[in-house]
């Protein structure tokens, strides 16, 4: 079986020295895991567009993407990502929950304390070095 290559979009939010982090729901290879908000790339959109758009949908809130961060490969065991990094701010108010099963705002040097998926711990520590 050949696995599905994904490519995802997140936002780094920062805000007063913390990250904003949210806990996925019940579903998926990574169910109950921590992640930071995005989502997947549709067809013909740029990565920027996904970004704003899965934000939008998710949390219900505008974010300004201020730069690429990083691009990371990650292979689970029934998919392979492609997770492109946004450092964001927000731009009108505080994110709402939709999709997620929780969130939280994290402390940048003690983003290791919480459970994340796989894929993103290959930047949390460029973070709390460069965020």
Same mark, same amino acid.
């Given at each position: 079986?050949?696995?599905?290559?994904?490519?995802?979009?997140?936002?780094?939010?920062?805000?007063?020295?913390?990250?904003?982090?949210?806990?996925?729901?019940?579903?998926?290879?990574?169910?109950?895991?921590?992640?930071?908000?995005?989502?997947?790339?549709? %067809?013909?959109?740029?990565?920027?567009? *996904?970004? @704003?758009?899965?934000? &939008?949908?998710? /949390?219900?809130?505008?974010?300004?993407?201020?730069?690429?961060?990083?691009?990371?490969?990650?292979?689970?065991?029934?998919?392979?990502?492609?997770?492109?990094?946004?450092?964001?701010?927000?731009?009108?108010?505080? %994110?709402?929950?939709?999709?997620?099963? *929780?969130? @939280?705002?994290?402390? &940048?040097?003690? /983003?290791?304390?919480?459970?994340?998926?796989?894929?993103?711990?290959?930047?949390?520590?460029?973070?709390?070095?460069?965020?």
């Amino acid at each position: 079986m050949t696995k599905k290559h994904l490519h995802v979009v997140c936002a780094v939010i920062e805000k007063e020295n913390k990250i904003y982090c949210v806990q996925r729901g019940s579903k998926g290879e990574c169910a109950y895991k921590w992640e930071f908000p995005g989502g997947k790339v549709e %067809p013909g959109e740029t990565n920027e567009e *996904a970004l @704003i758009r899965e934000i &939008k949908e998710e /949390l219900d809130c505008s974010i300004n993407i201020n730069r690429h961060f990083i691009t990371v490969e990650h292979e689970y065991n029934t998919f392979f990502v492609t997770l492109h990094v946004y450092l964001c701010s927000l731009v009108d108010k505080d %994110p709402t929950l939709i999709e997620h099963h *929780a969130s @939280i705002w994290q402390d &940048k040097d003690k /983003l290791r304390e919480l459970d994340f998926a796989e894929a993103d711990y290959k930047f949390i520590d460029k973070i709390s070095e460069e965020v």
